[in-house]
Every structure is written in structure tokens, then in C-alpha cells.
């Protein structure tokens, strides 16, 4: 059976106590130092991941304000090329209106010259054939200035010979 001496018994209680201190004063000091080193530099990456996710959170929602602001901002630019092409259509419009409405005055004008024109060339040919008429007629000749004057006041008065 198994022998049990108190003095080895003491020896190996004496022997555990002195590794145990010695082992707690160089070996537990140093391993919980760098278990704690460990600790502080995983909070550290922890905290340092932290502020860079709260980093890129701020960077996202600058990028949608930005992104938003330039939507917004395309919208105004195209609302405003639609109120100046809208602008200068009316005025392209209202310009040739008023070159058509300038164009028009201009001709109905030329028309009422020409028309004058013609009827005075008409008044001239009938006051021709009218002197030719009754000088044949009269069978006299008489002074073509006359006649003229004389034709010309007749369709003056209209035509009427009272």
C-alpha cells in the first residue's frame, strides 16, 4: 500500500508554496502585464475600428448630403435651361410676329404704291385714248398739253361730268 510520510508530505506543501510565490513573483507579473498589454491593444484596435466606422458613417452621409445637393442642384439647372429655352422661344416667337406683322405692313404698302402706280399709268392710257377719241372726233388737233390738262382734271372730278 501506499506509504504516506508527513515530512514528504511537508516537503512537497513547503516545495508547491515556493514554486507558486516564485513562479507569482517572475512569471504571473510578467504574463499578466502582457495579458493586460494584450487586453489595452485589443480595446485600442477596438476603439481606433470604432472611430473609423463612425468616420465612414459621417463620410456616407456627407456623400448623400453632396450626392443630394447635386441631385437637387441638376434639377434647378435643367428647370432653369427649360425656363430660358421656354423664355427665348416666346421671344424668337414674338419677334417673328412682329418681323411677319413689319413684313406685311411693308408689302401691303408696296401693294398700295404699285396700285397708284398702275392707276395713274391707267389714268394716263384712258386720258391717251380719250384725246385720241375725240380727236378723232373733232378732227382737230389740239395742243397735247391741253388735252392732258383737260383729261386729267375730268378723272380728278371722278370721272363726272357735270
Given at each position: 500500500?501506499?506509504?504516506?510520510?508527513?515530512w514528504t508530505v511537508?516537503?512537497?506543501?513547503?516545495?508547491?508554496?515556493?514554486?507558486?510565490?516564485?513562479?507569482?513573483?517572475?512569471?504571473?507579473?510578467?504574463?499578466?502585464?502582457?495579458?493586460?498589454?494584450?487586453?489595452?491593444?485589443?480595446?485600442?484596435?477596438?476603439?481606433?475600428?470604432?472611430?473609423?466606422?463612425?468616420?465612414?458613417?459621417?463620410?456616407?452621409?456627407n456623400y448623400k448630403?453632396?450626392?443630394?445637393?447635386?441631385?437637387?442642384?441638376?434639377?434647378?439647372?435643367?428647370?432653369?435651361?427649360?425656363?430660358?429655352?421656354?423664355?427665348?422661344?416666346?421671344?424668337?416667337?414674338?419677334?417673328?410676329?412682329?418681323?411677319?406683322?413689319?413684313?406685311?405692313?411693308?408689302?401691303?404698302?408696296?401693294?398700295?404704291?404699285?396700285?397708284?402706280?398702275?392707276?395713274?399709268?391707267?389714268?394716263?392710257?384712258?386720258?391717251?385714248?380719250?384725246?385720241?377719241?375725240?380727236?378723232?372726233?373733232?378732227?382737230?388737233?389740239?395742243?397735247?398739253?391741253?388735252?392732258?390738262?383737260?383729261?386729267?382734271?375730268?378723272?380728278?372730278?371722278?370721272?363726272?361730268?357735270?
Amino acid at each position: 500500500m501506499l506509504d504516506f510520510d508527513i515530512w514528504t508530505v511537508i516537503f512537497s506543501v513547503i516545495n508547491i508554496l515556493v514554486l507558486f510565490f516564485f513562479l507569482k513573483k517572475f512569471l504571473f507579473g510578467r504574463v499578466n502585464a502582457m495579458l493586460e498589454k494584450r487586453a489595452s491593444m485589443v480595446q485600442a484596435d477596438l476603439d481606433e475600428a470604432k472611430q473609423r466606422i463612425e468616420e465612414a458613417e459621417a463620410l456616407k452621409k456627407n456623400y448623400k448630403e453632396t450626392l443630394s445637393n447635386a441631385k437637387d442642384e441638376a434639377r434647378q439647372i435643367v428647370a432653369d435651361a427649360q425656363q430660358m429655352v421656354y423664355t427665348q422661344s416666346n421671344e424668337i416667337t414674338t419677334a417673328a410676329q412682329q418681323e411677319a406683322a413689319q413684313m406685311l405692313s411693308k408689302a401691303q404698302k408696296q401693294i398700295a404704291l404699285e396700285r397708284q402706280e398702275f392707276l395713274l399709268d391707267v389714268q394716263g392710257e384712258i386720258a391717251d385714248l380719250a384725246l385720241a377719241a375725240a380727236s378723232k372726233l373733232l378732227e382737230e388737233q389740239l395742243d397735247d398739253e391741253k388735252n392732258r390738262a383737260l383729261v386729267n382734271a375730268f378723272l380728278s372730278e371722278g370721272g363726272d361730268p357735270s
